[in-house]
């Protein structure tokens, strides 16, 4: 709010505020300034998730009808920081509800949002759970599902996969190694990267040469304030549903 | 009914009965007879099924937390069967609904489906949906999640994976072959064996062979009606939570 | 010899002869009497390894250049065995020899083969190696290596690659589930399939339904005593070659 | 020669001198000057095969008893480069015969070298081959063998394995990104990276900070300039070997 009108350029985290009313507000306030604003969504930069766009794009499986999203951290956060952290769909979930926006170029309609707490009470006592389960119908028809969890013994495991007529398209997790061991137990490879920063290296740096170009003049933000917006609203929506217990029309 | 009393070992394919109370009525007649029942749920006799189940009760991935259930058929069956078919959730997910049970080891608590009609009108003429999304939350507070559709453009899609404290098992399709090409393409397998009759040839040869178990009074039924019952009230209560837009409570 | 006048229908497992003349002699008994003879060399019946022969002779990936084939055991037979066996070359590696005819359709105009005793000295006891390194030059000029051991701790391993103008086509190795564990470890999928009665169950499946073609006169054998005659012939250079150190013409 | 006594720190690609001798020269005036002098054979440097050198150093697969190496380019060079090349063992395997010694951490005793031109006559015409087949025996026992061609239509594919008493490491091709498609086709991954610029981005970038380690003193150097002599050495004998088709003694 007040750098837009400076005038300065926004390099903005996710979520753009916790409260939805405040962050419309700081999208009003780019908009009637005309700043350069991008979101750090970095997901959209990433190789894998960008080729995967693209080839949907180039109509590789027709018009994509259902995504099934899984998103798992390989551990939860100090009790301290989720009890500010506007809970797990504005934390965590946050990013796939982008995801969801930008793959199936399509808004919700309905959310149906559940949770439990499954891996500290901890969690629980801060008034939030650490696997959830969403649901998302879109305006025409189509369907997505979401599920997460704090904590996978692996380590960071973030794919989806996006089913069309002509056939379905995965992104899969990324590697540190591609070394393959054989033994008398089994055939084992990498576990995934461990966690955002070494999975989205490649994502954090394109997101970045972006912004550049957007600060040249040379790009507009592909992941603008407005797409900020409407992934908070998707996660309060979500919020909603788990604590009222009921589906939420958008 | 009629077979149990006379007396008659029974073999069933699902669904025992369209109507929860009729496959009630058949329960209590098998067991006032004592007659042996198997119910035909033959993804519980997949060597890979099995496999997966049996690392989970030895305690590989600790408590099972998350379920999340794909389940996709090459083509949709022709409408006049649909139409007297029960729907997508008794015909379809009915066998996703018993896995549900088996791997988790627990009940639902609330059931939510959802569902669209995306790959052909007539299916919609029928009164039916052909993919759907459902979320089922235990009487422990477990989650699991089941997408399913009728038309995956590169065959059978039936795979399942099972979270835990200490990681993850997942079931993969089988392929025909194992051979593998290197164009100037891609590097490229064997899509998924084409549908059931390929897929579960095993299981099907399992199965009967332990009917034969129990004929020869060798087993008692490891998919008994009890277990055709329970799976067919689940897919009465997504039936009614797609149909009436709510969550069911179970 | 005897069977082939008598006139009986004969299968007969690998190799035909410890001795390349009474090979032939076998053979000239078989051609005499017209007699349907099937050689046992069952990888020809295997699904993956007959996809693969038949997708190259579509052209898939032009003529084929260069052939790799791993070929190693999970463990050595009694001492006891392998002082009858001919040596590891008529014993296991005939198998490949054939594979390498039958995948390049052509015949060998070099071999060059040597072996070392390194994971049982009574193996160099008993006259014999137990791991090789063959290479094979075609009338073609093509290239083929074949690498095997008696002993892999992870089970039996047949794969192989050919590599055409166009593209490589692999045969992998197939495993007994389709379970895949995800843990603080690593990603780790099952060991193949333990040895061969395991690996080529739907090999000998196949290969008995085709001697019963041939004794219904349905079919000509498609692996016949030349074949048999052929790989022992390559057996016995690649001895030679690793006895006396140097390259044997064909 | 000049740069050691300047003295100068030394980076040198290989070869370090297309003759022997004058290689043997170099590292005469190195050693003399004791010059920090880095060799540039990247591949030792590439995540991949690092961890799959460290995993076997921690003694995971027992002793390496056996490594097969695929080294295949994705079109050859210019017939004008290969005429001033040295021929493809000295221009392309010297880096497989680096690896060679660098994981199996032994000498060669013997090696037996074959080649074809199967993809260009120009290049036999500049008298040279573009696919060859190398055999090499340790002085320990241990097998070693090579594939390679200059034409392989599907990328760069830089693959290895070695197997020990305990297992088998292999190290895989690296892929652009991890979508997977799954189509009425196959289910098809990325191609390798294309070539080594591609596929070698990480040990490039590793073998420049290394060097710099050494210039700061922090280090010696990793790939020395001996392993350029003894690279070359070995691709002295395998020319010699296909050239005089014959075994050649180390």
Chains 1, 2, 3, 4 share one sequence.
């Not at 008398?184 to 490879?189: D, F, L, M, P, W």
Request: charged share 25%; aromatic share 8%.
């Amino acid at each position: 709010v007040r750098a837009a009108p400076a005038p300065k350029a926004i390099f903005c985290e996710k979520p753009v505020d916790l409260a939805l009313d405040r962050a419309r507000t700081c999208a009003e306030a780019v908009h009637a300034a005309n700043a350069p604003c991008l979101i750090g969504f970095q997901r959209r930069y990433d190789p894998t998730f960008a080729a995967l766009k693209a080839r949907i794009d180039d109509g590789e499986i027709g018009t994509p009808e259902m995504l099934v999203v899984t998103s798992r951290d390989p551990g939860a956060p100090p009790v301290d920081y989720i009890k500010r952290s506007g809970g797990i769909f504005k934390d965590m979930l946050i990013h796939d509800f982008d995801v969801f926006r930008w793959i199936l170029g399509d808004e919700a309609a309905s959310v149906y949002a559940t949770g439990s707490c499954l891996t500290d009470p901890a969690i629980e006592g801060a008034g939030d759970v650490d696997a959830t389960a969403v649901t998302i119908r879109t305006r025409r028809g189509r369907l997505a599902q979401i599920n997460t969890i704090r904590r996978a013994a692996y380590g960071y495991d973030q794919r989806f996969e996006v089913i069309g007529a002509k056939g379905m398209l995965q992104a899969g997790n990324h590697r540190p190694t591609e070394v393959v061991s054989w033994s008398s137990e089994a055939v084992a490879a990498d576990k995934p990267e461990h966690f955002f920063l070494e999975r989205y290296r490649a994502a954090y740096a394109n997101e970045m040469a972006h912004f550049f170009d957007v600060l040249a003049g040379r790009a507009t933000p592909r992941t603008s304030i407005d797409d900020g917006v409407a992934a908070l609203a998707l996660a309060e929506a979500a919020t909603t549903s788990w604590r009222e217990k009921r589906i939420v029309e958008l």
